[in-house]
């Protein structure tokens, strides 16, 4: 893992103590207030796309969304802080590409530093993101001095990976066995863990003997030579991680809806099926608006998950877009609810909210 996380829960076990009920309390607590705190860019962000109306019906799908409450205290893992830092850097973009300021740059990209060293993965999400606002604002000097900032950010981390594995490793060196172990000849759909060192001796032995770097060159090796050899499973594995991702962890919706007895189940698997359909709906609106902040939103669905599609599908792994659908769903809703105040038509770039004045003033 990148060092953030670990480093603050070595804060909180250094003063409660080693894998100890109280700094369980501390870690859990830290993680609520990670959580409850993504309802501040969440807002500013969904003022900035579409006003008042959209920034309030976001901050309470937010409030009550089922993932958002259960991940943060479920397991002790950087999720609810990937997603604070997620859709900081959302709103951080709507925000820069209309700054000309070079400070608010170089605070753009150590933001971007801090996410990647929270959570690598929201590195598919630089391009996109950093590409759009200097396209859009046209200031590649300051775009320049962002990138360098991120570089800055994780130089390091990536020096100490070379000094510990003699290799470059820039954040992660575990790509390989995630790709591995979903792809390969027992690999199944819901993945419980099998074949992982931390869990198979054989495996974990083999880890020992090899050194990390070789292992995870073997595996990669493996997993690709599968892929490409069965299109058949993979392509079976492939859909079921998408079902997976989209409907909250598990890859039978249906199913698992008419036959469990449990409420709040029946309740978590719909709040994520209607969070994947309105954050479809709102990309589509979006762009059918004209807003020039669609590219930035369709993004995090769009370009996020594929890594998961290939390797494994949990449901914390998508909960650094998780507070992006929500805004997209609170998009879709608020074009749903009829209204005379309504304008369809938005404002050019660099007005602040995507909507037209009328519709600011009265959402």
Same mark, same amino acid.
């Given at each position: 893992m990148t060092p953030l996380y670990p480093l603050l829960l070595s804060w909180i076990m250094r003063m409660f103590g080693v894998y100890t009920y109280n700094s369980w309390v501390a870690a859990v607590c830290m993680n609520i207030c990670f959580s409850t705190l993504v309802c501040v860019p969440v807002y500013f962000a969904g003022k900035r796309i579409g006003g008042t109306a959209v920034a309030a019906i976001a901050a309470w799908l937010w409030a009550i969304f089922p993932n958002a409450i259960l991940l943060s205290f479920q397991s002790l893992w950087d999720t609810s802080l990937s997603a604070l830092l997620g859709i900081s850097v959302v709103w951080a973009t709507l925000r820069v590409r209309d700054s000309k300021r070079p400070v608010e740059w170089w605070a753009y990209g150590l933001? !971007?530093?801090?996410?990647? *060293?929270?959570?690598?993965?929201?590195?598919s999400l630089l391009p996109p993101l950093l590409? !759009?606002?200097? !396209?859009?604002?046209?200031?590649?000097?300051?775009?320049?001095?962002?990138l360098g900032m991120?570089?800055?950010c994780c130089l390091p981390w990536t020096v100490r990976n070379y000094r510990v594995f003699h290799a470059l490793v820039p954040l992660?060196?575990?790509?390989?066995?995630?790709? !591995?172990?979903?792809?390969? @000849?027992?690999?199944k759909v819901v993945w419980l863990g099998e074949q992982h060192p931390i869990h198979d001796s054989s495996e974990r032995d083999r880890?020992?003997? *090899?050194?990390?770097?070789?292992? %995870?060159?073997?595996?990669?090796?493996?997993? +690709?030579?599968?892929?490409? +050899?069965?299109?058949a499973h993979e392509s079976q594995l492939i859909a079921g991680r998408f079902t997976m991702f989209w409907a909250g962890g598990t890859p039978h919706p249906l199913d698992d809806f008419l036959h469990s007895k449990s409420v709040w189940f029946r309740y978590v698997l719909i709040f994520n099926l209607i969070a994947a359909a309105g954050a479809l709906a709102?990309?589509?609106?979006?762009?059918?608006?004209?807003? @020039?902040?669609?590219?930035?939103?369709?993004?995090? @669905?769009?370009?996020?998950?594929?890594?998961?599609? %290939?390797t494994l599908s949990l449901p914390r792994y998508r909960h650094p877009?998780? @507070? +992006?659908l929500m805004l997209l769903l609170a998009f879709a809703i608020w074009r749903a609810i009829p209204s005379h105040e309504k304008n369809n038509r938005l404002v050019p770039p660099g007005r602040g909210h995507a909507l037209s004045r009328k519709a600011r003033v009265r959402p």
């Open positions: 933001l !971007w530093g801090a996410a990647l *060293m929270a959570n690598a993965s929201l590195l590409g !759009w606002a200097v !396209w859009k604002s046209r200031d590649f000097r300051n775009g320049a001095l962002a991120v570089a800055l992660r060196s575990v790509l390989g066995l995630q790709l !591995w172990v979903g792809n390969n @000849p027992d690999a880890y020992v003997q *090899m050194g990390e770097i070789a292992y %995870m060159k073997e595996k990669l090796d493996n997993a +690709t030579a599968y892929i490409f +050899t069965h299109p709102g990309i589509v609106l979006l762009f059918r608006a004209g807003s @020039p902040y669609s590219l930035p939103m369709a993004a995090g @669905p769009i370009v996020f998950p594929f890594a998961y599609y %290939m877009i998780d @507070p +992006t």
